[in-house]
């Protein structure tokens, strides 16, 4: 009897605990709209204020409402189409609190092209529009650089006509991962020949960096010259470090 007794007990609770559960959940209402942005600090382009004036404006008023009557993908769909949002993730905790969290888009770098329009590409190749509250301390390259005309905000560069802009990302996405190039290089030239030019932070030269192939092997005989060259000959002594030829550097004195 004790055995029976246990399981009609369990099945007791299975039965009406979840629908109690629901029930209480179902009455519920939002209370609180908890606002979650992800990604550097210091190169955030999104505010909670901007979010919720997005979620408000698609949806109404949720303060007071039930809940259980809110769609979560619906915000989510709206929040999504913002530039700036990788990607929105919304949903209800039993405290009554609608969380809406935002993975936002990392710029990478800013690039100026010619006609003075500017723009940057994130670190998935998205083009993003500049902001007038935020400007993102990252990599700017300039130079004889043209947008290609099916290629818009929004978009991702991969599209196979974009070559200079695919060669930007690509040194721009070795030099943010590399925490040293990341502190000194700090502009991208593009010339009209297909090469690029690089200006450090520090040191008063040219760096002729040739086209991209072979670009991390160019970096490290840089970062070769730059560790025990340099140092010793000063940081100021030379005008152009060429790095476009194989298995070496040449240097021009001022």
Same mark, same amino acid.
């Given at each position: 009897m004790k055995v029976i007794f246990c399981w009609?007990?369990?099945?007791a609770y299975l039965v009406f605990i =979840?629908?109690?559960?629901?029930?209480?959940y179902r009455d519920t209402v939002c209370g609180e709209i908890d606002v979650r942005i992800s990604g550097e600090p210091d190169r955030s382009f999104l505010q909670p204020e901007d979010i919720l004036e997005i979620v408000h404006k698609r949806n109404g008023k949720l303060l007071g409402y039930p809940l259980s009557s809110i769609n979560t993908k619906d915000i989510e769909e709206s929040v999504n189409n913002k530039l700036f949002v990788k990607n929105a993730d919304i949903y209800r905790t039993t405290g009554g609190r609608l969380v809406v969290g935002?993975?936002?888009r990392i710029p990478l770098l800013r690039v100026i092209i010619s006609g003075g329009e500017d723009f940057? &590409?994130?670190?998935?190749?998205? &083009?993003l529009p500049v902001s007038d509250r935020y400007s993102s301390h990252v990599l700017v390259a300039g130079g004889n650089i043209s947008r290609p005309g099916n290629i818009?905000?929004?978009?991702?560069?991969?599209?196979g006509n974009s070559g200079v802009l695919e060669?930007?990302?690509?040194?721009?996405?070795?030099?943010?991962?590399? =925490?040293?190039?990341?502190?000194? &290089?700090?502009?991208v030239y593009a010339r009209p020949d297909n090469e690029y030019e690089l200006i450090p932070r520090v040191g008063a030269h040219i760096i002729k960096f040739g086209d991209i192939s072979g670009y991390e092997k160019k970096f490290r005989k840089l970062k070769a010259l730059y560790e025990y060259g340099l140092p010793h000959k000063g940081w100021n002594s030379y005008e152009i470090i060429n790095l476009k030829y194989e298995n070496q550097v040449i240097c021009t004195r001022r």
């Open positions: 009609l007990t369990i099945v =979840p629908g109690f559960m629901w029930d209480k935002v993975e936002q940057y &590409i994130d670190t998935d190749g998205v &083009i818009s905000e929004g978009n991702i560069i991969f599209n060669d930007l990302f690509i040194l721009a996405s070795y030099i943010r991962n590399d =925490p040293f190039w990341n502190s000194q &290089i700090v502009q």
